[in-house]
């Protein structure tokens, strides 16, 4: 088939380049003629494990190209797909201008018969919008479609291939045919194609990250009572998971969930309600929880150390909102270096993928360093705030004896308390009992 895909901030490059390694001919295309540029090169202005390789082989085939000349894209493809950024405003509702100014151009575009796909995350009823916009710039037919993306960073390309469920929202027998026919491919497995109104997809996808925040932040809520009754959370969490119904995913308590989804989709959520006069009481709490959890680990440092950290300086393993990605949005990083620093303490961090990011939205108020153990050197503590991979088995003598204070707050849970503290460390976690001595020992 002949697609393409417009945007390429991080769904846009995926999609467009796992189609094209099903055999398809892609278009992908930009406002953004650096980007473009980097992207013919070779190279990748997100880091997504696996991607690279794939633009690289579908290139060298012919099967994927970037450009800015979005008219000429749509009158060569069927199928366009819509997956440009949807930002929130500050009362959380998505900002649509980028998904209609597309749409618009389509319309003006088209030379015949198009499907457009919504491939961003929108709110219920904006393909109707689309369909609006589209209809005021052309007589050609065309059909709209939901089809919203469940990818995971850090796992995307494995995402796409093999997803566990694709859902289509049509609104007719033919484009649901044509939908289907281009994501056979990727079910060989057996998981489903879920076809259903088109408003019933939008709302499928806020449904479902909301849902996984819920189990987030209903978890820290647990962690935060285990701390007080002196149960172990980590225990908790095996024996609630062990549930079928309910499963072990996305019930690590932590310092907050981030991301790009989460946080904007539980908010859109609350607008939408608000809008048409209901209140979701429970994704409210969702949201406030993880707001506070946030701030949870700076809350333990002052704790320990007291209110003032003036003086004090903090390692910080961890920069980005999750493993095997770059990104920093709202990433619970970002609130506690703020913190940190508000209360005058020094930070010196370290993230395998995210140092670019963090130097632009840090710039020179923290030291960025060139691993992990030059950014505990001299800590008066460390702070564990992303649990990659290479974090959780390093020389702990090393890390101890580089260390000013031997003591570790960490945000993930990635290390036993035991181990920690036959290794010499005072180790304080989230929802794990800690001996009241380790909190009253002499900091200095």
Request: include cysteine.
């Amino acid at each position: 088939m002949k697609i393409c895909v417009i945007g390429t901030g991080y769904v846009g490059p995926v999609a467009g380049t796992c189609f094209a390694e099903t055999g398809n001919d892609v278009i992908c295309v930009d406002v953004d003629a650096r980007k473009i540029k980097m992207l013919n090169k070779g190279t990748i202005p997100i880091y997504e494990p696996g991607l690279k390789e794939l633009v690289d082989r579908n290139t060298s085939k012919g099967r994927l190209s970037f450009t800015t000349d979005l008219n000429k894209a749509v009158k060569q493809s069927l199928i366009n797909f819509i997956a440009v950024g949807t930002p929130p405003g500050d009362d959380g509702s998505s900002d649509l201008h980028y998904v209609l100014d597309v749409a618009r151009s389509i319309g003006k575009a088209m030379e015949g018969y198009k499907v457009i796909v919504d491939k961003s995350t929108v709110p219920v009823g904006t393909a109707d919008m689309v369909r609006e916009v589209i209809g005021e710039e052309t007589e050609h037919s065309f059909d709209v479609v939901s089809n919203p993306e469940f990818l995971k960073e850090g796992a995307a390309i494995d995402d796409f291939m093999r997803p566990d469920r694709v859902v289509i929202g049509v609104d007719n027998s033919r484009v649901e045919a044509l939908m289907k026919d281009l994501y056979s491919p990727f079910m060989r497995t057996g998981h489903p194609i879920i076809v259903m109104d088109v408003r019933s997809a939008e709302m499928t996808k806020y449904a479902s990250n909301a849902l996984l925040a819920t189990k987030i932040s209903f978890m820290n809520e647990i962690a935060s009572l285990c701390e007080e009754i002196g149960a172990d959370v980590s225990m908790v969490r095996q024996g609630v998971g062990s549930d079928l119904r309910i499963g072990h995913q996305f019930l690590f308590p932590g310092c907050g969930y981030g991301g790009s989804c989460f946080p904007k989709d539980v908010k859109a959520l609350i607008h939408t309600a608000r809008e048409r006069g209901i209140r979701l009481e429970i994704l409210e709490a969702v949201e406030s929880v993880n707001e506070r959890q946030k701030e949870l680990l700076v809350k333990k440092v002052k704790t320990y150390f007291g209110e003032d950290l003036k003086g004090k300086r903090f390692g910080l393993w961890g920069l980005s909102f999750k493993p095997r990605t770059d990104d920093m949005r709202e990433a619970p990083a970002i609130a506690i270096v703020n913190s940190l620093l508000e209360a005058g303490g020094t930070v010196q961090a370290y993230d395998p993928q995210a140092m670019e990011e963090a130097h632009r939205i840090f710039d020179n108020r923290i030291t960025l360093m060139k691993d992990e153990y030059e950014a505990a050197q001299k800590a008066d503590a460390l702070l564990i705030v992303t649990e990659w991979n290479e974090f959780r088995e390093p020389n702990f003598e090393v890390v101890r004896n580089s260390m000013k204070n031997p003591v570790i707050f960490d945000g993930r849970n990635i290390y036993d308390p035991q181990k920690m503290a036959a290794h010499g460390f005072r180790y304080f976690s989230i929802g794990r009992p800690v001996k009241e001595t380790d909190y009253t020992s002499d900091p200095s």
